[in-house]
């Protein structure tokens, strides 16, 4: 399953993301981890989640990240939800290729039976048809 969460800058998502974080470490059987740009969420998520710094590992283009993803679970099959927060600042890319890393996602997601929930900045009312399945 992919979620994500679209809206404005300034709107609430991190704070949305934040609490939806907290709630799946103390729901769900397996490890969460959350992907954000920088270091900001230090300090406002549960210790046992695995908080990562795209930064620290150069992530900044699509299949890069695929790759990530890929190796972290294969390192540790117990994730069952990763969080993205601010995929566009992560990728610098647009709705058309956050559309399609959804999809890729999704794939990934329902063939290892895990989550992701991913934050992106722009306005809801002009997602394109791939993102609108997600929001």
Known sequence: MVKVIMAAQGSGKTRDLIASINESVKNENGSVVCLEKGNTLRYDINY???LIDTDDYSIASMPVLQGF??????GNFDIS????????KILGCDKDKAAEFCAWCEGFAAKNDLRF?????DDPNTANEGLKKYL
């Open 48 to 50: 046992r989640v695995r």
């Open 69 to 74: 993803i890929s190796g972290l679970h294969a």
């Open 81 to 88: 939800h990763i969080f993205i927060d601010s995929l566009y």
């Open 117 to 121: 929930t991913i934050t992106v900045s």
